[in-house]
């Protein structure tokens, strides 16, 4: 036997006999010790601070290490994180505003401000890269967000950013096509829950220059639709699945729900100690999904997903049946219906034209309330309308689907019970929570007012858009800023709860204000 092969048969004997490095295994950090211990810790005021750092290393290995060294003479949690973790969070908005422009200059101004470049990866950030400029909301919001960017994109059409606003559809439809949905927002962390689907409707707004982008778009279009609808071949009468309920066999409506069970890593905390007070595991998962789905509502949190008993632990937001999401899933079938005609497929058309006609006798049937004059979620597992009044419930205007008598009758509640000196108040419920009184939201009066207007009630509308860029304009001139959410109520004094403070920016309150601005110049010019 030839020597060569003699050693080549002694080196893999002796070195194969050696044990292997095993390589070090992948793990989910937001499940790690080193994850729950930091977030469970006093080091970050604002939980959402640690899971925007990057990790210098493989997640595995940092929680070796911290396993390792956790209990050590002189080990500092503190030291642990600033040696293993990076910041490259963006730019914080540094900007000081320049007194002699008013607010709509300073918005057009704020617009560059809030524009990132596309991403670069990193690696082991939670960020989702983008391959087209956008914009972020501000503040403590460094990504984008699902709905609200459809408010900023109505303000950048007006403003006459139209090629922002594109990047920012183009970009939305990545996501879908890359992910398969679109995210709460453009983290890791979000990967298990979606927003407000408001993608029909800012395709649509571009649409309204060049309808083949109807058609363009529509395989995103259907993506989403599919998204939402997954599972309606399985939920049966009693028996929902994700996010389908399926009300008789035949008719189905739809409710936020978020895949996980555990406490939501940008708000480890909050989650944690909320859920501290209950007894068993089943009861903490379920407080847990309900919590998450109420952050997919966007109306994170609000009276609007509490239980009889009140209170945040009794948030059951996977039991109801919200009145603006399934005007939005209405919206969605509609649009899809009008990119199958452009298409010519009569099938689709067909099998899209009946879904929304089912949906609009579903919504009419389980949310209005002729009682109250209004328009209220529906708790299917109580096969009841809820009590609360919000402004969700001018959704059907917004989207058309009420008749004459109802939209009079909404607007009546509005005039009476929901506007105060600042706009509209998004609940009649005072519960610290931000998406409760005294707060108004943006988007919120943006429905309201397009709702009104289509319905004929230029009067009604013009008064709160009024009242609403009036109390924009006053914290500006007070502040230099436009805010995430504004007092209503009391003037005198900024928004409050929730579970960080008012931020500054910010996106879909400019791109509402100049809507508005815009709106009302045209009633001027008109007159």
């Avoid at 108004?440 to 397009?450: I, N």
Wanted: proline share 4%.
């Amino acid at each position: 036997m030839k020597k060569w092969f003699l050693g080549i048969l002694w080196m893999v004997l002796v070195f194969g006999c050696k044990e292997e490095e095993q390589p070090v295994q992948k793990v989910n950090f937001y499940e790690t010790q080193l994850f729950k211990d930091v977030q469970l810790s006093s080091i970050f005021s604002d939980s959402k601070t640690f899971v925007d750092l990057v990790p210098k290393k493989e997640p595995a290995e940092l929680e070796k290490e911290y396993l390792e060294q956790k209990g050590t003479q002189g080990f500092n949690l503190q030291t642990f994180v600033q040696e293993n973790f990076a910041d490259k969070s963006m730019e914080s908005l540094v900007f000081e505003s320049d007194t002699t422009k008013n607010m709509y200059e300073h918005i057009s101004l704020m617009w560059d401000k809030l524009t990132r470049p596309p991403d670069t990866e990193i690696p082991h950030s939670s960020r989702i890269a983008l391959p087209h400029n956008y914009i972020v909301p501000g503040g403590r919001f460094q990504e984008i967000y699902y709905w609200d960017s459809y408010f900023t994109l109505e303000g950048l059409l007006a403003d006459g950013r139209d090629t922002i606003a594109k990047n920012m559809v183009a970009n939305f439809s990545f996501l879908i096509d890359s992910i398969g949905f679109i995210p709460n927002g453009t983290r890791n962390y979000y990967r298990t829950r979606s927003q407000p689907p408001y993608y029909a409707l800012m395709v649509d707004a571009l649409a309204k220059k060049d309808q083949n982008l109807l058609l363009y778009y529509l395989p995103e279009l259907s993506r989403e639709y599919e998204f939402w609808m997954h599972g309606e071949d399985i939920a049966a009468p009693g028996k929902p699945f994700q996010h389908v309920v399926d009300m008789n066999g035949n008719m189905y409506l739809n409710r936020y729900w978020d895949k996980g069970d555990t406490p939501r890593p940008e708000a480890y905390k909050e989650d944690f100690k909320l859920a501290s007070t209950l007894e068993s595991d089943s009861q903490k998962k379920l407080l847990y999904k309900n919590l998450r789905s109420a952050a997919e509502s966007g109306w994170d949190f609000s009276s609007r997903w509490y239980g009889p008993e009140g209170g945040l632990a009794s948030t059951q937001t996977t039991s109801i049946l919200p009145v603006d999401l399934n005007c939005l899933l209405y919206y969605m079938e509609r649009t899809l219906y009008r990119a199958c005609q452009l298409r010519g497929d009569l099938n689709a058309m067909n099998e899209f034209d009946k879904r929304s006609q089912l949906r609009k006798i579903a919504i009419q049937q389980y949310f209005w309330n002729e009682e109250s004059g209004f328009y209220h979620d529906y708790n299917f597992e109580k096969d009841s309308i809820t009590p609360k009044l919000t402004l969700a419930g001018v959704a059907p205007l917004f989207f058309h689907i009420a008749d004459r008598n109802q939209a009079e009758k909404v607007k009546d509640v509005l005039m009476k019970s929901f506007l105060k000196e600042g706009g509209l108040v998004t609940t009649l419920e005072h519960t610290g929570q931000q998406w409760d009184a005294p707060n108004g939201w943006a988007p919120l009066q943006f429905m309201a007012v397009r709702g009104l207007l289509r319905y004929g009630y230029r009067e009604e509308a013009i008064e709160i858009m009024k009242r609403w860029l009036a109390l924009n304009e006053k914290v500006y001139a007070n502040t230099g800023k436009m805010m995430e959410k504004y007092n209503v109520e009391d003037l005198s004094l900024l928004s409050g709860g929730g579970e960080y403070p008012t931020q500054d920016g910010f996106g879909w309150t400019n791109g509402v204000a100049i809507s508005f601005k815009n709106i009302l110049q045209r009633f001027e010019n008109i007159k």
